[in-house]
């Protein structure tokens, strides 16, 4: 919510200054970069944690609750925690070799990565959760039609 709110200053102000010269605000567009790539990993972790992120899942529902079911949502969990793994690595590699900085503030672009794995981080941590949720989950049909959620 802090940087969305930032940002959402930042352009407000950015947009007035146009209107009602205020001063130079170039320096700006910088640190709403720096929040919108914040917002947006930070943001897709929590996306993850939630259940809430886009995914196709029509055959997942009409499988919910089965033995088919279950072993389908262990192995779509277990290529995702894969995928994780190797995006999370990627992006430290990437955080950890940067060295170029921002062209205002002269900040490591090191600051502009790290959201990267951190949210990598936090998606595997998620993801192993919802696995172990998984593999203890019942796997018989259940009363009511509603799909089974482990995320």
């Given at each position: 919510m802090a940087t969305f709110g930032t940002?959402?200053?930042?352009?407000?102000?950015?947009?007035?200054?146009?209107?009602?010269?205020?001063?130079?605000?170039?320096?700006?567009?910088?640190i709403v970069e720096l929040m919108q790539v914040w917002t947006v990993f930070?943001?897709?972790a929590e996306?993850?944690?939630?259940?809430?992120?886009?995914?196709?899942d029509i055959v997942p529902q009409q499988l919910a609750g089965t033995l088919t079911g279950k072993a389908l949502d262990i192995l779509l969990l277990a290529c995702s925690l894969v995928f994780l793994?190797?995006?999370?690595?990627?992006?430290?590699?990437?955080?950890?070799?940067?060295?170029n900085v921002s062209?205002?503030?002269?900040?490591?672009?090191r600051l502009?990565?790290?959201?990267?794995?951190?949210?990598?981080?936090?998606?595997?941590?998620?993801?192993?959760?919802?696995?172990?949720?998984?593999?203890?989950?019942?796997?018989?049909?259940?009363e009511t039609d509603e799909p089974a959620k482990y995320l």
């Amino acid at each position: 919510m802090a940087t969305f709110g930032t940002i959402c200053v930042l352009m407000t102000v950015g947009v007035a200054n146009r209107f009602l010269p205020l001063g130079s605000f170039g320096w700006s567009d910088e640190i709403v970069e720096l929040m919108q790539v914040w917002t947006v990993f930070i943001g897709a972790a929590e996306l993850w944690r939630c259940g809430l992120h886009f995914r196709v899942d029509i055959v997942p529902q009409q499988l919910a609750g089965t033995l088919t079911g279950k072993a389908l949502d262990i192995l779509l969990l277990a290529c995702s925690l894969v995928f994780l793994i190797v995006f999370t690595w990627q992006a430290f590699t990437l955080t950890r070799n940067a060295i170029n900085v921002s062209p205002i503030f002269a900040l490591s672009r090191r600051l502009w990565y790290a959201p990267m794995p951190l949210s990598g981080a936090l998606m595997i941590v998620f993801t192993l959760s919802s696995l172990a949720a998984a593999i203890r989950a019942p796997a018989r049909r259940k009363e009511t039609d509603e799909p089974a959620k482990y995320l």
